[in-house]
């Protein structure tokens, strides 16, 4: 029998309305011109973060907070500083702390809070009504029990943050080290090599259209184009009846495309086998290297790159929708090396890019992990019987 099931074997609990052991009060709204970034306390509406700050506090700490009203509705979360709780945020205190701890009422409303967000009253605005939280029902165990179950708890929450902190800033280091090295690869001076614009290594594509009248296509929606794994998320089939009134350009196998409106998200990919002959969405520039002079995969490191970065924040256009053209992009000067260094250099940096690919993957799955593990134990020790 592991510990956590002797803690709990043969724990005797009473079952109560969260009404009847804590007190729950809406809170009170506060004018956002009337707040400032400099007061002392906190303004919640039940979120994850404040939404601003003021100088006075409605509640004083060691309260929980549900979400009432909004997307959010039913989320929970707990202060222990004095706090103002506005008018979408429920605060929840205990009445009797001698035989409740508080934050055992917190951990358990944690553990249901999928099942709150899950009885939201739809309508304009989804909401979590004050009925709804006074007959929620809560198991109470002995106050030693409570104690225990919370020591637990906030040591495994203290240790997932920190793990996945300690995680997050590995991610953090790894890609800037990958963009250290691939800075340095992408450098030389202006005498070392060749520099030429985009326009003069690439070949025209004006006249590469969608002008087949019998296959069907599929559609690359470059908003799902993920540059750090340069593979495309998504396409849906297209076809003659179903294409667009105007002809796209038909993209091949190595072809570069870059998403030209909002450029400074940087979304680019290498067209692999998998998505040949298929049309790119608006918004685009195909850029389809002169094999003759330099190598796909060359234009797409470069275009990865911080100096192609300014060059796209220092040329495009709109404020609400920024842009660059297709011309500005072609106008973009790149170091042309020979052939043989830029496969060499192409080579190191694939390496990078999966590794980096690898622990991009591979680290976030590992917090989520952590994050599940924390979970299962949090749903164990707060899963009571309850009485027919």
């Known amino acids: ?11 005797e609990v009473e079952w109560n309305f969260l009404d009847e052991i804590a007190t729950i009060t809406i809170g009170e ?3 956002k011109d009337s707040q400032d970034d400099s007061a002392e306390y906190p303004v919640y509406n039940g979120g994850i973060s404040p939404t601003g700050f003021y100088d006075k506090f409605n509640n004083t700490g060691n309260k929980i907070i549900v979400s009432a009203r909004g997307a959010n509705a039913g989320f929970v979360n707990r202060i222990t500083t004095p706090f103002w709780a506005g008018n979408s945020c429920y605060s929840i205190g205990v009445k009797d702390d001698s035989s409740l701890d508080w934050a055992f009422i917190y951990y358990y409303l944690k553990d249901n809070e999928a099942r709150m967000i899950g009885d939201q009253q739809k309508g304009g605005i989804p909401s979590i009504s004050k009925k709804q939280m006074q007959l929620f029902e809560v ?3 002995s106050l030693k029990i409570q104690q225990k179950i919370v020591d637990i708890l906030d040591t495994f929450t203290e240790l997932t ?3 996945t902190a300690e995680l997050t800033a590995e991610l953090s280091a790894r890609k800037k080290q990958y963009e250290y090295y691939r800075e340095q690869l992408l450098t030389f ?4 090599v060749e520099w030429k614009t985009l326009d003069d290594v690439t070949l025209k594509t004006s006249n590469i259209q ?6 069907s296509f599929r559609y690359i929606d470059l908003s799902s184009v993920c540059r750090e794994k340069n593979i495309i998320i998504e396409t849906s089939l297209i076809t ?3 294409a667009p009134s105007r002809a796209k350009k038909v993209v091949l196998k190595d072809d570069v495309i870059f998403a030209t409106t909002r450029p400074t998200q940087l979304r680019l990919c290498v067209i692999t086998e998998e998505f040949t002959n298929e049309i790119a969405s608006t918004g685009y520039c195909v850029l389809r290297a002169n094999r003759k002079k330099i190598l796909p995969k060359w234009i797409y490191f470069l275009l990865t790159s911080n100096k192609f970065k300014s060059y796209v924040e220092d040329n495009q256009s709109g404020a609400a929708y920024p842009a660059i053209s297709d011309s500005k992009v072609k106008g973009f000067k790149i170091p042309v090396p020979p052939l043989e260094e830029q496969m060499r250099i192409i080579s190191i940096l694939d390496k990078f890019d999966t590794l980096t690919t690898s622990i991009s993957e591979g680290l976030p799955k590992e ?12 749903e164990m020790l707060l899963t009571f019987p309850k009485p027919e």
């Open 1 to 11: 029998m592991s510990f956590l099931e002797k803690l709990l074997e043969g724990v």
């Open 29 to 31: 709204f506060v004018r």
């Open 139 to 141: 198991p109470i165990p």
């Open 161 to 163: 943050a920190e793990l």
């Open 189 to 192: 001076n202006e005498e070392e």
């Open 210 to 215: 969608w002008l087949n009248t019998t296959k």
């Open 240 to 242: 003659k009846d179903s």
């Open 367 to 378: 917090i989520e992990l952590r994050k599940k593990q924390y979970e299962y134990y949090r």
